[in-house]
């Protein structure tokens, strides 16, 4: 999109949302989850992958409205996020954007560090980046964590004033991170639904394990920075809402599949179960 065409992009939004009755879905899930600001973009991220780019753009038009000059940004990574990046433009001046997490997964270009690099790059704002990977022994990530490069942009990541990332399924994201079977039955036992900088979250949003990240606790740790949730898919569902009981953003951006789903588990009489949509 063009600046202009980027600049009306929230009108837009608001517009679809109107005729499509997604902003009654808004008002529900902001009343039900006590949340400040939630966005719905139409549309199945599971069944139309076009979706990822609607929802990118809504994400951009709330950093927008939020961000503010010399503003650190950290951005986690995962198919929400580049899509988000690829949305940004030109915002505020002497904007840092950092990966908010190391890379796991085999796809490169949603890396944490590939995606704050575009980000980066679409806002014409300063980068750092992290170079490491996730999943490290606590001895390793300790190390790591204190070599130059990598110490910088850590410092920076845990100052941020906006953080932006995405939920994952817990079943999905063990499988991504490799880890072991002993590893996984913990999750089953304690019926981990969700997994957020490496937390992985029940249905409640308690913390039930996590794993070696260089993100651990920068939510609880920098409660003052403004957290931007975004996600799609109804088969997400039950995550996002254990993420958000978990740590409550101040803006959530979704597509319809997932509100929906939401909306459907949070009104189910015995609250929603543990089984996550295959």
């Known amino acids: 999109l063009t ?41 199945n991220s599971d069944q139309d992958p076009h979706v990822l780019r609607s929802l990118g753009q809504a994400v951009a038009a709330v950093v927008r409205r939020h961000v503010k000059d010399r503003m650190i940004l950290a951005v986690s990574g995962g198919s929400t996020m580049i899509a988000a990046a690829r949305a940004m433009g030109p915002m505020a001046e002497d904007l840092m954007v950092v990966p908010a997490r190391g890379g796991f997964g085999s796809l490169a270009e949603t890396q944490a560090d590939a995606v704050a690099s575009e980000m ?15 999943g490290m022994d606590q001895e390793t990530l300790s190390k790591a964590a204190r070599l130059p490069g990598v110490a910088d942009t850590l410092r920076m990541m845990r100052s941020a004033d906006m ?28 019926k981990a639904v969700g997994e957020v900088l490496g937390d992985f979250i029940d249905i409640d949003g308690r913390l039930v394990y996590r794993s070696g ?13 403004i957290h931007i949730v975004a996600a799609g898919g109804s088969r997400k569902a039950l995550a996002i809402l254990a993420a958000v009981r978990s740590h409550p953003p101040h803006a959530l951006v979704l597509d319809e599949g997932a509100a929906r789903g939401m909306l459907k588990l949070i009104k189910e009489p015995k609250g929603p179960a543990n089984k996550q949509e295959a």
Do not use: W, Y
């Open 120 to 134: 980066a790059r679409r806002m014409g704002a300063g980068c750092r980046l992290m170079h490491l990977p996730e």
């Open 3 to 43: 600046r202009a065409g980027r600049a009306i992009m929230p009108e837009i939004l608001a517009l679809c949302q109107i005729f499509t009755g997604l902003h009654q879905v808004e008002e529900a899930l902001e009343q039900a989850l006590g949340l400040p600001g939630v966005t719905v973009v139409p549309g």
């Open 163 to 190: 953080i932006l990332f995405g939920v994952g399924r817990a079943d999905e994201t063990a499988e991504k991170r490799g880890l072991d079977a002993g590893q996984v039955e913990v999750l089953k036992q304690n």
């Open 213 to 225: 990240t260089l993100s651990a606790e920068l939510l609880d740790n920098k409660p003052d920075a």
